[in-house]
């Protein structure tokens, strides 16, 4: 065969395969159809955006055994994996992924990393440049089958491959055992989403995530997940049954995700009649005191061990926290018919803001997402825990804080917004991905930017501070209109601005399609709606583009294109309104609006200045004839009898309507948007007598002309102005063009008088001195 065919052919095979780039038709027609983009429907995933009737999911059950050995600072584990294929496919290997290995000097996360120096450079820079040399990797001891057989395996950076001594068939399971130990990062030197963070008294804080070595994903859309990580493409997992011991010093206090199985042997029999009251309380209760806590922050080191048993069902990951400086407190909240354990984990350190406020934060976020989502939170208890990572941190049913206030106890309204926030949006993510999948890796605004939108309801619902905007488009206008911003499809890896790109843009998306594209009702329906048909499952985007459309009815595919798959912005401009003055042609009317037209002409100057000038027609009458004397509005037989004639075709019906059209004020409005960006059309009309009127206009009135449109207005009241966006919903980064007529700013100016300047008052006695003498006051 030849050559030139097999590439021609080679091309075909990639061109259908690869995603396809938007193309130049695409921008010109903002409502062309995404169907022919997005991944075409199968078994799997419907047309819908619900899961197929073939859906499958993997699932990996894991028995751990781990030991924190607190002086060394090490985790040292023994897992037992049970891997279900429930995939269509037979495997011959497993990957999955030692998170620890971004910790080594030579991971690409690490590599990869750039950093600047300046001329300065602080003793503390210098500690966290030293610590570049740190080895946080996996020390694999041991993979092998159930029978102790090792297992061949390849550990490709971050990942480890495991090659299966026979294929795995579908729906055929495979159990085999790991042994590994690490070192544990210093968060303040080596920062992480894991580690221990140590205190002035000696005593750390041990926030343990990404630990045990975790099965990769294995997706019917992209096969095996394993793309490195490099530090902002957070996880995508498979759902198990876990079943957990770790052994830590016998003071310390220790959450997990799971339920604490051996409660009334690990906790004394105080902190178990502390537990029972706080679950039936609305408000905190200390578990353990701050007093207690301090007692046992005495000593640095324990010899003495327990083991804390921990059991979660169907859940993604695990992690815990541990430290001997643990004060802790716990509430209930209602959750359908079930009382939810809400906690917090802090040390002295962290009051008093986190006993004031951490625990009603985590309370409140499992109120108002379960009603958000339509999902009951399900799981046995919420926890937050202060320490480690500087914002913060999420995990099945336990997640990790950084604000805190300062040395002295005192705290500034800003931190205090601070951590309630972030326990809200760490608390929050139990929702997306911990129940709703998403593969984080790759799409984390799918992540991110669902939970920073269910955030922003939770926290305009905690206080009465109406100024809380996060999620409005009108905070973002800057970023919109930046040259370097990223479409939200991009991956976050690759992203100059990870906060607006995967967390704002997308969160202010949902507020869009809530408060301007589609209404609460018919968003909260579609969003519920695709919640519920996800839980438990992992969707893509095309999934949830879907499902908004299916369940709210509405073609939304312009939007999908404009916000999440483009860079474009919208800048709308009001150029003109002309007022269009109805009348049927009544002689009479004719002339007098005529005669007032001419009234309200701009004055002719010259015309003025020369009217006392004699005219050479006035001199020779034989100049006159019929034009010189002609009146064109004047009400001739003609055009009277043109009239009766016109009244007498109309039936009494129509002569109704033009009574009342000519009673009515018609407007014809000129709108340009300088962007690609469609968006609803909001109009706020100003009226003569001060009060206004708000229209709305669907996105689609933009779909025959995507840079201008000419809407006709009907009002009763005369208009004086229109102003575009009034609510600045749409995101239109220029306001500055959006009122017609255009109104004079105002700027405020302040007056002020210099003070008098004050002389030194020993300024004549020093004239009088020496000028190389100085006195004590100079020196001073």
Same mark, same amino acid.
Do not use: M
């Given at each position: 065969m030849h050559l030139l065919p097999i590439m021609i052919l080679f091309g075909l095979v990639g061109y259908l395969v690869c995603p396809q780039p938007i193309q130049a038709e695409d921008i010109a027609d903002p409502f062309r159809q995404l169907d022919e983009r997005w991944p075409t429907a199968n078994q799997y995933r419907l047309t819908t955006g619900s899961p197929g009737p073939e859906y499958w999911q993997q699932q990996a059950d894991y028995q751990i055994e781990?030991?924190?050995?607190?002086?060394?600072?090490?985790?040292?584990?023994?897992?037992?994996?049970?891997?279900?294929?429930?995939?269509?496919?037979?495997?011959?290997?497993?990957?999955?992924?030692?998170?620890?290995?971004?910790?080594?000097?030579?991971s690409d996360k690490r590599l990869t990393t750039l950093t600047t120096v300046g001329d300065d450079l602080t003793v503390e820079s210098l500690q966290r440049l030293l610590a570049t040399t740190f080895d946080g990797g996996v020390k694999l001891k041991k993979v092998a089958e159930q029978s102790g057989k090792p297992l061949e395996h390849t550990v490709v950076k971050g990942m480890l491959r495991v090659d299966l001594p026979k294929p795995l068939a579908s729906g055929a399971s495979f159990d085999f055992a790991i042994d590994w130990e690490y070192a544990i990062n210093n968060s303040k030197l080596v920062a992480g989403r894991t580690g221990y963070e140590m205190f002035d008294d000696g005593n750390a804080i041990f926030c343990i995530a990404q630990w045990f070595p975790r099965m990769c994903a294995y997706t019917d859309y992209g096969g095996w997940r394993h793309k490195q990580f490099l530090g902002r493409g957070?996880?995508?997992?498979?759902?198990?049954?876990?079943d957990v011991k770790i052994s830590v010093p016998s003071d310390h206090v220790l959450m997990a995700t799971g339920k604490l199985v051996n409660m009334k042997e690990i906790l004394s029999e105080t902190q178990n009649e502390r537990l029972k009251a706080a679950i039936n309380s609305d408000t905190p209760v200390f578990i353990v005191t701050a007093e207690e806590a301090d007692k046992a922050s005495g000593v640095t080191t324990y010899d003495e061990y327990k083991t804390w048993h921990f059991q979660a069902e169907n859940v993604r990951d695990f992690a815990f926290a541990t430290s001997r400086k643990f004060i802790w407190d716990a509430c209930g909240q209602s959750v359908g018919d079930r009382r939810v354990l809400c906690m917090s984990l802090y040390p002295k350190e962290g009051m008093p803001l986190w006993d004031r406020y951490s625990t009603h934060a985590v309370a409140h976020t499992l109120e108002v997402y379960s009603r958000v989502t339509g999902i009951d939170y399900p799981y046995p208890h919420a926890t937050a825990v202060m320490g480690v990572v500087g914002g913060g941190m999420e995990y099945p049913m336990i997640c990790?804080?950084?604000?805190?206030?300062?040395?002295?106890?005192?705290y500034s309204k800003s931190t205090k917004e601070r951590l309630i926030g972030v326990v809200i949006h760490e608390v929050g993510h139990n929702w997306f991905p911990m129940i709703i999948n998403n593969d984080e890796r790759h799409w984390m605004w799918l992540d991110e930017g669902f939970n920073s939108f269910v955030q922003t309801i939770a926290q305009r619902e905690w206080d009465r501070d109406p100024d809380y905007t996060r999620g409005e488009p009108r905070r973002y206008t800057s970023y919109f209109a930046n040259d370097k911003q990223r479409s939200i499809m991009t991956h976050p890896d690759a992203v100059f601005d990870i906060g607006s790109n995967a967390y704002s843009k997308p969160s202010t998306g949902l507020t869009l399609l809530r408060e301007t594209?589609?209404?609460?009702?018919?968003?909260?329906?579609?969003?519920?709606e695709y919640c519920r048909r996800w839980a438990?499952?992992?969707?893509?985007?095309?999934d949830f583009f879907r499902s908004i459309e299916d369940a709210s009815g509405i073609d939304l595919d312009w939007f999908w294109k404009g916000w999440y798959y483009t860079t474009?912005?919208?800048?709308?401009?009001?150029?003109?309104?002309?007022k269009k003055n109805l009348h049927d042609g009544n002689p009479k009317a004719d002339k007098d609006r005529s005669e007032k037209k001419k009234a309200t002409e701009y004055p002719n100057l010259i015309k003025e200045r020369e009217v006392d000038v004699p005219r050479r027609i006035d001199k020779y009458e034989t100049l006159l004839d019929f034009y010189d004397d002609y009146d064109p509005d004047a009400v001739t037989e003609k055009k009277a009898k043109t009239y009766a004639e016109f009244l007498e075709r109309l039936t009494e019906e129509e002569k109704q309507v033009v009574s009342e059209v000519e009673r009515l004020n018609l407007y014809q409005v000129k709108i340009i948007n300088h962007g690609q960006l469609v968006m609803p059309l909001i109009l706020k009309l100003i009226f003569s007598d001060g009060e206004s +009127? !708000?229209? $709305?206009?669907?996105? +689609? !009135?933009? $779909?025959?002309?995507?840079?201008?449109?000419?809407?006709?207005?009907?009002?009763?009241?005369?208009?004086?102005a229109i102003l575009v966006d009034p609510y600045h919903e749409t995101g239109d980064i220029d306001l500055t063009n959006n009122r017609f007529p255009r109104e004079i700013d105002n700027a405020d100016v302040k007056i002020t008088k210099p003070k008098k300047k004050i002389e030194n008052p020993l300024k004549e006695s020093l004239k009088k001195k020496d000028s190389?003498?100085?006195?004590?006051?100079e020196k001073e």
């Open positions: 781990v030991a924190l050995d607190e002086s060394r600072k090490r985790i040292i584990g023994s897992a037992k994996i049970h891997y279900q294929n429930n995939s269509p496919h037979e495997l011959t290997y497993l990957w999955l992924q030692l998170d620890a290995n971004r910790f080594t000097p030579g957070e996880f995508t997992l498979e759902f198990g049954n876990y990790f804080n950084g604000p805190r206030p300062e040395e002295d106890g005192s594209i589609l209404g609460r009702e018919l968003f909260d329906f579609a969003f519920k438990y499952k992992r969707p893509e985007p095309s474009d912005n919208c800048d709308f401009e009001l150029v003109s309104i002309t +009127e !708000i229209r $709305r206009f669907p996105a +689609e !009135i933009w $779909r025959k002309s995507p840079d201008e449109v000419t809407p006709l207005l009907l009002t009763e009241k005369p208009i004086q190389t003498e100085e006195t004590e006051d």
